[in-house]
């Protein structure tokens, strides 16, 4: 914004003059704004204490309802959304919610919505012939991790009521079940946001006053040996309010242009199917949103980009092996009819060079209720356009009436002579 005033007040000709008006225009369209307050542990003192647990609760208030959003890593990584009037509070039972016990989450007032994601698997897979898709059918060739086996420890918090950031790492992975252990780490960061903007962090996605940026970083996480050509791939859970039959629409769309993420000019969106709340009304519950890239370096720029896929969502079946070991299950304990599928996203592009050529890879992506934002023009690239076309419009119009004006006094001049 301040460059675009900068550039209009250097130019001091009438033309930027009118284009800064409508610049300002432009972005005075209103935003709603939520006011943020966030609690670790919250009520948690003796039994937390000495333990390294991890449950944020933030709480976002609007003019008439609180979304609620908890991040959890206990077990299984995940998030809640909820959707309650306002003034709910919350209310988690610790040596139940602990022991990953049902219904020992909740909130005072029933919600009006509520919705989950369940980091649920990292899959390691050999692309032998570099074809960047995973195919989970080839057991012998994907190795699957499961979060929960991660050592989990806090690396910061920043708490405001305009963000909260919680960055985690996540170390010394060791699956007790089948004893196998790797080095390297996963970092996962989330952050919480008031109003409509874009994040500061590399892909720059777009969120609203309702969304929650979830970002994972794969920093040299130890591949399988016998594994020549490996890539990763995340799986997520997702559960809640929606009709269970239907599956979760996915729509990559195109998107005007590329100036928040150099050289991507594609978005990804996946909505929960609509479903008839109590008293009729059709709510369009939740989505989830990325920019199908990867970076496989921390300086994040377009050389180390490469690309993201997705795959079909699929239903999930088996509701309780699937979410028992995750703060969902304390939240929806053995409710039954709830939406329950897996998407899954694998990071890399054929060519790419692999998970080996940096041993780093990352993937963004936001979970928001309501309505996903629709990237707009900027005032910087309005004015750019409205420069390039009105510009040289100015100037055939000028050019147009400068040569009216001096065929005129010619042909009086004419006129004259000849009498
Ligand atoms: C908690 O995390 C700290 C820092 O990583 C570690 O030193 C400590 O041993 C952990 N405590 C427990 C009980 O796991
Ligand atoms: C809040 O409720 C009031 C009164 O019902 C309504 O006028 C207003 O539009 C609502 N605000 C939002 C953001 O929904
Ligand atoms: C939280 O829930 C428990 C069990 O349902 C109840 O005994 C307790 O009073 C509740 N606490 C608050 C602050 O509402
Ligand atoms: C790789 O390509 C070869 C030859 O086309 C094929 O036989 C093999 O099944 C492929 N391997 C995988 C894992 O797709
Ligand atoms: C590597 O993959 C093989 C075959 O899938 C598996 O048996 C082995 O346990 C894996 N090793 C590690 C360290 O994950
Ligand atoms: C669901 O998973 C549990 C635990 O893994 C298992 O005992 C049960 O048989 C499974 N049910 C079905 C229908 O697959
Ligand atoms: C939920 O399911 C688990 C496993 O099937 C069972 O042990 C538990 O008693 C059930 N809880 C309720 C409240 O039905
Ligand atoms: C990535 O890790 C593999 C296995 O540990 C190693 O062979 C390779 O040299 C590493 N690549 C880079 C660029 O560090
Ligand atoms: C945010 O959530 C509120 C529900 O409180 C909804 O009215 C509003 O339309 C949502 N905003 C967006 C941008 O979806």
């Given amino acids: 914004m301040s460059l675009s005033y900068a550039t209009a007040a250097g130019m001091s000709s009438t033309l930027t003059v009118s284009l800064f008006l409508v610049v300002a225009l432009a972005d005075s369209s209103h935003s709603t704004r939520r006011t943020l307050r966030s609690w670790l542990n919250p009520d948690c003192d003796d039994t937390c204490r000495g333990r390294n647990v991890t449950t944020l609760h933030l709480g976002a208030d609007g003019p008439n309802d609180t979304l609620h959003y908890l991040w959890d890593f206990i077990g299984n990584p995940s998030v809640l959304l909820a959707l309650t009037p306002p003034s709910t509070s919350l209310n988690i039972s610790w040596e ?218 699929r239903k999930v079946f088996n509701y309780t092996s699937a979410v028992k070991n995750s703060m969902l299950y304390c939240y929806y304990g053995n409710e039954t009819n709830l939406l329950l599928q897996k998407l899954t996203i694998s990071l890399g592009s054929k060519g790419d060079g692999f998970y080996k050529k940096t041993n780093y890879s990352t993937w963004t992506f936001i979970v928001g209720y309501g309505t996903p934002p629709e990237e707009r023009f900027s005032s910087l690239v309005i004015m750019i356009i409205s420069i390039g076309l009105g510009l040289p419009l100015l100037i055939m119009v000028i050019t147009g009436l400068y040569l009216c004006i001096r065929r005129m006094p010619k042909r009086h001049g004419n006129v004259y002579l000849s009498r």
């Fill in 96 to 313: 139940d919610y602990l022991a990953r016990q049902d219904k020992s989450l909740h909130f005072s007032e029933k919600p009006v919505y509520t919705f989950g994601v369940i980091i649920n698997k990292i899959i390691e897979f050999n692309d032998v012939n570099d074809t960047a898709m995973i195919n989970t059918a080839d057991v012998a060739n994907t190795n699957v991790l499961h979060l929960e086996y991660f050592k989990w420890q806090r690396v910061s918090l920043t708490q405001n009521s305009e963000f909260v950031t919680l960055d985690m790492e996540g170390n010394s992975y060791h699956d007790t079940a089948k004893n196998i252990r790797r080095y390297g780490s996963i970092k996962l960061s989330l952050r919480g946001f008031c109003t409509l903007d874009h994040s500061d962090m590399v892909p720059h996605m777009l969120h609203t006053e309702n969304s929650t940026q979830i970002d994972i970083i794969l920093d040299h996480l130890q591949t399988n040996e016998t594994f020549s050509n490996s890539r990763f791939a995340i799986e997520l859970l997702v559960v809640g309010g929606g009709d269970p039959e239907i599956l979760m629409f996915v729509d990559p769309k195109k998107s005007l242009d590329d100036e928040h993420t150099p050289g991507i000019f594609e978005i990804v969106e996946v909505r929960t199917p609509p479903y008839r709340e109590l008293d009729g009304a059709l709510n369009g519950g939740a989505y989830l949103q990325w920019r199908p890239v990867s970076y496989n370096s921390a300086s994040r720029d377009v050389t180390s980009s490469t690309e993201t896929m997705q795959y079909p969502p």
